[in-house]
């Protein structure tokens, strides 16, 4: 038997400082993020925003390249100073401010409004529970101005329900120093209700014939896109819109004009 719940930060911290390593082309990603994002904030006002799983950076870091006011929040302390460290190597750092959070935790960090808020990085499905996804939907939606943008990154769970893959594989990268450092996840799935599914992420790196392998493991709700869009009108959002985005699918939706403040 599991327990519902379900403290990303142990695992964050432990990967943090491989965190570039799970993309092909971190400079590149950056790039992607950034343009990607300016697309959906055209002609909708948008100036301040606040990433509310903000990882290492990936979409934050870019935001404040371009000259967005950005706040951002993350649960794992380690990704906070890996924040730091990659926004100090870009000259953004002191364009960002940033706070250790969880979704429950947001208002208390930052009271917006807000003109659009964003959360990538497949961080919604980590919550498990109903309460918890309606909770923190409702935390963004308070966030956010009248008329405001909501930006929701996540892996399309739908397509895996039905086969369940156990082996995912990452990226190879050759390091600087030598050697080389290979990802890959082992999924699990346990029926519920809910369903959970659990990644277990191995990071393997070394020279030769002398590797080390670090795993570590964490749960998500396998949530499709089509439920996080009705919870997202069930919230109060609306104009919602599904679009690709590489490894994730990214909704977009507004909240009301007519909305209280």
């Not at 935790?105 to 499905?125: R, T």
């Not at 008329?147 to 996540?154: E, P, S």
């Not at 996080?228 to 919602?240: I, P, Y």
């Amino acid at each position: 038997m599991f327990t519902l719940s379900n403290d990303t930060s142990g695992f964050y911290d432990a990967i943090a400082e491989y965190y570039t390593y799970f993309y092909r082309d971190w400079e590149t990603q950056l790039q992607r993020e950034g343009l990607g994002l300016k697309a959906i904030f055209r002609n909708r006002g948008v100036n301040s925003v606040l990433d509310a799983s903000c990882r290492a950076g990936a979409q934050t870091i870019p935001l404040a390249m371009l000259g967005y006011e950005v706040c951002a929040t993350d649960p794992s302390a380690g990704m906070l100073r890996k924040l730091e460290e990659i926004a100090h190597g870009y000259g953004v750092l002191r364009k960002i401010r940033h706070a250790q959070a969880d979704f429950a935790s947001l208002p208390i960090v930052f009271q917006g409004p807000f003109d659009a808020v964003i959360s990538k990085n497949n961080a919604l499905p980590h919550l498990l529970r109903d309460v918890e996804i309606e909770g923190a939907l409702r935390n963004l939606y308070d966030l956010l101005r009248p008329g405001g943008t909501l930006v929701i990154g996540m892996r399309d769970f739908a397509p895996l329900m039905e086969m369940r893959p156990r082996f995912i594989p990452g990226f190879v990268h050759e390091l600087d120093e030598g050697g080389e450092l290979i990802t890959f996840d082992v999924w699990d799935w346990q029926d519920g209700p809910p369903v959970i599914a659990t990644q277990s992420l191995y990071i393997v790196h070394g020279d030769g014939q002398d590797y080390k392998t670090i795993k570590r493991r964490v749960m998500y709700r396998p949530l499709s896109t089509d439920e996080v869009k009705v919870a997202l009108l069930e919230t109060g959002f609306e104009d919602v819109i599904d679009q690709p985005d590489r490894a994730e699918r990214v909704l977009v939706a507004r909240k009301p004009l007519t909305a209280e403040k």
